[in-house]
Nanobody, 121 residues
Framework: HVQLVESGGGSVQAGGSLTLACAAS????????MGWFRQAPGKEREEVAR???????DYAESVKGRASVSVDSTKNTFQLRMNSLKPEDTAVYYC????????????????WGQGTQVTVS
């Protein structure tokens, strides 16, 4: 199982930007479909952005145009960059990794990080 550790959360003013990083315990570029999710108080966890089996990035409508994801294969890190932050972006952000085999992402294998709090005011 891959282990994931998020970092980069904190308090940000509305209109600002942030970068979250997810450090993985093993190589992720070829073997995992990486994603960012978030959970606001009283709400269900929702997908923010992820790479599909073809390594194309998909973004939630709520962050499209404001977010970008990338993998640094040399450091085994997965990053989420967001700008034009809004108070509704406030949530705990989680990194997730699904095993990728033959271009297919297996959600049943999903590993989660512990989460990092982002507060936008």
């Amino acid at each position: 199982h891959v282990q994931l550790v998020e970092s980069g959360g904190g308090s940000v003013q509305a209109g600002g930007s942030l970068t979250l990083a997810c450090a993985a315990s093993r190589s992720i570029y070829y073997d995992y479909c990486m994603g960012w999710f978030r959970q606001a108080p009283g709400k269900e966890r929702e997908e923010v952005a992820r790479f599909d089996g073809d390594r194309n990035a998909d973004y939630a409508e709520s962050v499209k145009g404001r977010a970008s994801v990338s993998v640094d294969s040399t450091k085994n890190t997965f990053q989420l960059r967001m700008n034009s932050l809004k108070p509704e972006d406030t949530a705990v952000y989680y990194c997730a990794a699904d095993r990728r085999v033959g271009g297919i992402c297996y959600e049943s294998s999903r590993a989660w990080g512990q989460g990092t709090q982002v507060t936008v005011s």
